[in-house]
């Protein structure tokens, strides 16, 4: 006999408009919203708890540095490059390890890839369905469909057939009765917006979207020998180039088909994506003022366009800070001041030696696993004490937003001309003012515009990559420290990234060849983390209050603003004992 | 349980989706050489698919990193939107599925409820069992409660992933969590006949997908798990090692290495052994279904490899940078 649909959970009693929902789904990892509201359904207090733990930095200690980009990683299949390059980084800035031309251009190509994919996948297949309603699409009429198509862009696959297609092929899986990965979505909430046709047109791309995003990937394969969880290595890139016809290395037939992929990239984001996130968009246009969070914003600066790889100038999107949504003021940042980027844990599940209260640089940084939430199966978490494996980082005490809407407001008050342009040019055919940016609608825009922005860079970062081969240059990898016999006895510092989800740090700290402390402030511990010591919400928390839910049981406006930053909770969480002191004992208040 | 109208066969969604009978039957003749099974076996994939409904499939996550779900949206024959629109129906899956909250847990417990017994059961993810399952849960359940329960009405397991084979990165020294893969976390469970499922470990960070979706394939042909051996790998995918079909194979047969990444001997295509490849003692089909349709593998481009379908991989004495003796 199946078991009984649900086990009754024990716990804390039912406190009354507690709206919970775990999982988020459609995201990468465990990610859990507690929200309160009020007597109209309006949310009056948010929590964001990560409810996975791996504890992979505990498990780097006292490993070869140069394993670290593996272990790193694993934090996160889907950003499968981030961490990567950040762990590389940080062993290369902690020697002074200089890396060929070419294997900066490389990466550069790995990343840039890594960024339209995971962007469009994070459109199409785990953001759409908040905005699209899937079963709608069943009423479109395909010539419809197909006017609307050839109305908003180029793209071949326009024609009333081609979405009679797609109709006949979503009623048949429809009559089937078994609706998988659509099954139980809140089709029919009165939030849905768009007309049938739109639907349609969503769906197709949904599934054009899964296609694309298969062939597109193979730079990665190409360049690291696989997707998910391509190679890297300390001091360059692990691939050669070769004479045509080898069985192995990069080779010219290699390197035209990368030319194709940038292409199909390019086309794709021009033709599918952007012009589908602006006809989507103008149906939610009162997106355009819900959905901020804290209005601080954070970037390291990403892209490094050479021919000084190391001068922060000579980037596709600037670092820096940006305060209190005030545009006409860039912060600089100090990723290595002790005072500037710190992490708490006042709401989270660990200890520090010093006490819970005290937030700690990176450097300093230590965690001890101290589970205190209530014994699964649990129905409420206690979020007045700790409620998340995820920490509290700060800059200089403020929350941070980190993402592409954090790119692309700092690239705009930085005056850079593209970004300018692209933006106003959307905001102008959405007939919205620039404070809509700070919105969930402008979250998702930005994210768009910025795949634009980043997709049509690859063809310079190919064209500088195919010039230095032609003149001879074939350098890939630098040999002079990769052997540890090389190293300083002590040596530490930052590697830092801009993730599609934002700004990535990871901090080493060297020793005898081996990793003595190793720490990774990630783009979801910024914006999922729990309220610090001084009772400050992270960005999720904040994104969310004030939010009116139509209907508590469909919780379908919490996952729209969550879902515009784009979770990734296996990258948010982890921890690290620096001292070498033993893990204290996990145990269960 | 209560008897229903009788949900059409994969052939039957296929055909009704416009699939071609010569398109149904090349898609059988793939399966059956990706599976390296006799040609005749052609004919009972296509058989099995003719008259068997879709199978339910439920896919838990517990200590992932998603990568071996991204990894499944990688594969290319058959595809994701193929499987999931034609072959099965994906009832839960954190990554891909709609619903969320409740609304994501009463669709898998429906789906347990509703083919009781007849479901196939896909994990990713080690499963920590420290701090009575509070290091992963879903739902304010623990994530090996989760997996106990799903398995006990699932007619097959499959351990996706080298994290649900065997423990993978979470069970890496010191495993501070106490992660182990879903085979022994279902021990207890599995000697008291209370899960009587086999379960296949498809180890590799992540597996090839070709490799998922063919031993998922098997078994919509045959209703059973293809052959094991004795670590629970389907044997069509893990009989050889990654090194026995090596481009760098004959350089290293003559005993030709690199001795630095992007020195001459590598560009010339020379064995990566000294840079530490572990290809010699890893079982895994990287290089001959290969990456994202055929483009490459680890090897190919210029690094060794990491043996991550092997279990303990992650400790590996010297890391992946030392010369296997």
Known sequence: MPPSPDTTPAGAAPKPRRVVVDPVTRIEGHLRIEAETDADNVITRASSSGTMVRGIEIIMKGRDPRDAWAFTQRFCGVCTVSNSVAAVRAVEYALGYPIPPNAEIIRNLMMATQFVHDHVVHFYHLHALDWVDILSALQADPAKTAKLQQSISPWPNNSTEYFAGVLAKLKGFAAGGQLGIFANGYWGHPEYKLPPEANLLAVSHYLEALAWQREIIKVHTIFGGKNPHPSFVVGGVPCTFTEAGGATGVSAQNLRLVADLIAQMQKFVNEVYVPDTLAIASFYKDWGTRGEGVGNFISYGEFPLGPDWNDPQQRLFPAGVILNRDLSKILPLDPEDPRQIQESVAHSWYDYSKGRQTPLHPYDGETVLRYTGPQPPYEFLDVDKSYSWIKSPRWRGQPMEAGPLARVLIAYAAGDKTVRGLVDHALQQLGLPVSALFSTLGRVAARTLETKLIADAMTGMYGALMGNIQQGQLETFNDILFDPKTWPKKARGVGLMEAPRGALAHWITIEDGKIANYQAVIPTTWNAGPRDANGREGPYEAALRGHKLHNPEQPLEILRTIHSFDPCLACAVHIIDPHGTELVQVKVQ | ?325
């Open chain 2, 1 to 325: 349980m209560a008897t229903e109208q009788a949900p059409p066969t994969v052939y039957h969604q296929l055909r009704a989706q416009g699939m071609s009978r010569r398109g149904f039957l090349q898609f059988c003749a793939y399966m059956t050489t990706l599976l390296a099974l006799p040609a005749s076996a052609a004919q009972d994939i296509e058989q099995a698919l003719r008259t068997k409904p879709r199978p339910s499939v439920i896919w838990i996550s517990i200590q992932e990193c998603t990568g071996c779900s991204e990894s499944l949206l990688r594969s290319f024959e058959p595809t994701l939107e193929g499987l999931i629109l034609d072959q099965f129906s994906l009832d839960y899956h954190h990554v891909l599925q709609a619903a969320a909250g409740r609304a994501a847990e009463a669709a898998r417990e429906a789906a347990i409820k509703k083919a009781w017994g007849k479901y196939v059961l896909i994990v990713d993810g080690g499963i920590p069992q420290g701090a009575d399952g509070a290091l992963s849960t879903t739902g304010g359940r623990a994530g090996i409660e989760i997996l106990q329960t799903a398995a006990q009405g699932a007619a097959l397991i499959v351990a996706v992933g080298t994290c649900a084979a065997y423990g993978g990165i979470p069970a890496a020294a010191p495993n501070p969590t106490e992660a182990t893969g879903a085979a022994k976390a279902l021990t207890e469970l599995r000697d008291a006949g209370k899960v009587s499922a086999p379960v296949i470990n498809v180890p590799g960070c992540p597996p090839v997908p070709e490799v998922m979706t063919g031993v998922i394939a098997y078994y919509l042909a045959y209703g059973k798990a293809p052959p094991l051996d004795d670590l629970l790998r389907p044997v069509p995918f893990f009989g050889r090692t990654v090194h026995d079909d090596c481009p760098r194979l004959p350089f290293y047969n003559k005993g030709l290495f690199a001795r630095s990444f992007d020195d001459e001997g590598a560009r010339q295509g020379h064995c990566l052994l000294e840079l530490g490849c572990k290809g010699t003692v890893t079982f895994n089909a990287c290089t001959v279904v290969k990456w994202n349709q055929g483009t490459g593998f680890p090897m190919k481009a210029g690094h060794g490899c990491l043996g991550c379908s092997q279990p303990g991989f992650w400790d590996r004495k010297g890391g992946f940078y030392a010369p296997i003796a």
